[in-house]
């Protein structure tokens, strides 16, 4: 029996973002690897979960308590830092992914819809009392 799924590149390769399949509206970070209750992965993920894309890619959503920083270099940076912390030995091939702003620019563009159709409609109210 053959198997479906291809197999997963070299450890020492960064896959790019949009190739996996890890949601783009929240800021994450990726490395090699399959398992979900790795010790070093699930303590710098804390307190979120450690998932897997693609049978080849630990991911998680990036701490909400700044202390990964925000821009790709830092989040990337500072969890290897963490990993290395943790007991992952060896050299670590992170990647990291910073969430995307168009879902704020969305609802921002969507609230600004809703006022304009408020005023709209109160005005057409004021004109028939």
């Known amino acids: ?60 959503e990036v701490p909400k308590d700044g202390r990964l920083g925000s821009s790709q270099s830092d989040i990337q940076d500072r969890f290897g830092v963490c990993l290395g912390a943790n007991g992952r030995n060896g050299t670590i091939i992170i990647g990291a992914h910073v969430a995307s702003r168009a879902s704020g620019q969305a609802t921002s563009w969507s609230l600004l819809g809703l006022c304009a159709l408020l005023i709209s409609g109160s005005w057409v109210v004021n004109e028939f009392l």
């Open 1 to 60: 029996m053959t198997s479906l799924t291809p197999p997963c590149p070299p450890a020492n390769e960064v896959p790019i973002f949009n190739g996996l399949s890890i949601p783009a509206n929240i800021t994450t970070v990726f490395t090699p690897g399959s398992n979900t209750t790795d010790t070093a992965m699930v303590n710098c993920c804390a307190p979120n979960t450690v998932h897997v894309s693609m049978g080849c890619y630990q991911w998680c």
